[in-house]
């Protein structure tokens, strides 16, 4: 019996059209196997010019353009649309609830006191009106309004990368901080944080983002670290494979449409904050937090901004509900938890980097704090991977 031909036209180049392949595959080792054609490719290129004469048994695909979807019926190959760009098409469709995922990003800010809005899109995707949507209904019921901006997918050639990055950093200098900023999906949520650093404006303190994928590549590459809302591509890769089995078999579906929701929020440093309107603080805290690892103390905090320190620990305790000194100590904590988990350095080595005189005393800050010694918390790191 010959193995049933399927073509994907899925892209590699995110890292959501590889997790839809990734559930692809997990239905095919557990099923029937198919002979599959994938080739490497970006969203949205054109169909393969030899598909005018394929002779196949089905197709999942997230790149169905008007051209593609004549061809298809034309020649009356099963299809399963992800694509997620324009509207409804005649096919079948897998993905995802983009409306709640709007409304996961608004309460993920919406918890950390913000009352300041925006929302960064991407002009003629389908995908990015919908999560903006969901973002701002969300956010009018909560009594608050949204900033918006979008521009094009891609930058066209009268357009250089630092031309469009100055207009995005324009309408961050416009609304109102401190302000919470949904970005429509991680690329665009390191656009923002470029533009942040290019106008000096501190993140997460002025403007905290939250972007959408979870790409961990790119949100860890982000600088600060890009917290995101977790989707859910495995599961349309894997429920888009059946549906097709199901239409190449004859059966046509319940449902011609299945969105899944999200599936959470990786929260990382970009939104690690709550949302404070002291200014001096706010700098206080960005200060702490680009500084701590060198070493720095309480002493120079106060020389620093001028502050007396019983007002500095008030207004800490305010906003933070966490002293400075604590807060020095938690972002010295952080690093030397990574440089445990994702490095071989020796204890010695990894004090200086955190801001430690001597390492005795760091691991006795760290197993005070975490109840573990620097050599647990390593061991037990590295045993989950």
Known sequence: MSRKRILLIVETSLSYG???????????VTHEPWSLFLEQRELM????????????????????????????????????????VYGKTCFPFVGIDHEQTGEFAAKHLL????????????????????????????????GYKTDFYESPWKISDAESWDQQQEKVGQWLNQISRPSGIMACNDMRGQHILDACRRQGISVPEEIA??????????????????????????????????????????????????????????TRLSTD????????????????????CEGITVDDVLKKFSVSRS??????????????????????????????????????????????????????????????????FRKQSRSQF
């Open 209 to 266: 983002v939250i972007g959408v994928d979870n790409d961990e590549l790119l949100c860890n590459f982000c600088d600060p670290p890009l917290s995101s809302v977790i989707l859910n591509p495995e599961r349309v890769g894997y429920e888009a494979s059946r549906l097709l089995e199901k239409l190449m078999s004859g059966i046509r579906p319940e449902s011609e449409e299945l969105n899944f929701s999200p599936v959470g929020i990786q």
């Open 111 to 142: 918890e950390r006191g913000f009352r300041n809005f925006a929302f960064c899109g991407f002009t003629d995707h389908l995908w990015s009106l919908k999560r903006f949507k969901g973002f701002e209904r969300t956010v009018n019921e909560a």
């Open 45 to 84: 290129v054109e169909h393969p010019a030899w598909l005018e004469s394929w002779d196949g048994d089905g197709v999942i695909s997230r790149s169905t353009t008007p051209a593609l979807a004549k061809i298809i019926n034309r020649k009356k190959i099963p299809l399963v649309d992800l694509t997620d």
């Open 18 to 28: 590889r997790d839809v392949l990734k559930g692809i595959n997990s239905y095919v």
């Open 311 to 376: 007002i500095l620990e008030r207004r800490f305790r305010q906003f933070l509900k966490r002293s400075p000194q604590a807060e020095i100590r938690n972002v010295q904590l952080r690093r030397i938890k990574q440089l445990l988990s994702e490095t071989d350095l020796s204890l010695e080595q990894i004090s200086i980097l955190a801001g430690y005189e001597h390492s005795e005393y760091m691991s006795v800050v760290f197993k005070r704090e975490l109840k573990l010694t620097p050599g647990q």
């Open 273 to 292: 904050v709550l949302a404070i309107e002291d200014p001096v603080i706010a700098s206080a805290v960005q200060f702490i937090r680009q500084n701590a």
